[in-house]
């Protein structure tokens, strides 16, 4: 059996929002119309970076804007868009997480992405840092290739919990010695299943869970990075609240 390495994408490796990039790209191209954001978006995103809003709550409702958004685009006008958010932004990451990546390719390890980011940018992420495998948020097209505003979901831990099971019939992997990365709760059923979890720059919910889950609080390290320095720590490490009440 083979050991893994799986990969959450968004605040796990790449250092802000494939989705959110992409977004941004099609407003600035026009493709979108920019009263979208002023409208419906710019508020929480404000809220969020002056750390006056919760960037889950962001993040969910910029997803539901941009999935309502797609609804009719042609995927071939999309693919030019999609280079340019990866060949311009694919090396703003966290440098912890890519050596970590080139760590586990030089190991023999199965390295998977495993992210709720859109799958056309999720592969091209992929194809950038030549792993093994991935999965991303299934965005459906109709007869046209148009696509539909329908997706299938790879953001919530349900959903990333059966992609892991997908890859171990697919690559007949050990999880008990495989690895995971993530940042969120939606990554919390990787943590659970394998082995050896890490929690990068974590969010305070899916740290606040860590510490109260025993059997997860003994086994998921904590990495944490600033500027050019990564502290390793225990999920029970001292913590003070970033905003709003204590």
Known sequence: MRTAAFFDIDGTLYRESLMIEHFKKLLKYEV????IWHTQIKQSYENWRKRRGNYD?????????YVASMKGLERSKMEFITNQVVDL???NVYMYTRNRIGWHKAQGHAVIFISGSPDYLVRKMAERYAITDCMGTRYLLDPEDRYTGE???MWDSDSKRG???????KFDLDLTSSYAYGDTVGDLSMFELVGNPVAINP??????HLKSTPVLRDKVRV???RKDVVYLLRPDVETFRAYGDE
């Open 32 to 35: 979108l119309d920019e009263a």
């Open 57 to 65: 709550d962001y993040m969910l409702g910029l997803a539901e804007v």
């Open 89 to 91: 932004k694919g090396d």
């Open 151 to 153: 997706i299938e979901q």
């Open 163 to 169: 992609a892991v099971d997908h890859f171990v019939r």
């Open 203 to 208: 969010t305070r919910e899916l740290l606040t």
């Open 223 to 225: 990495a944490v990075e």
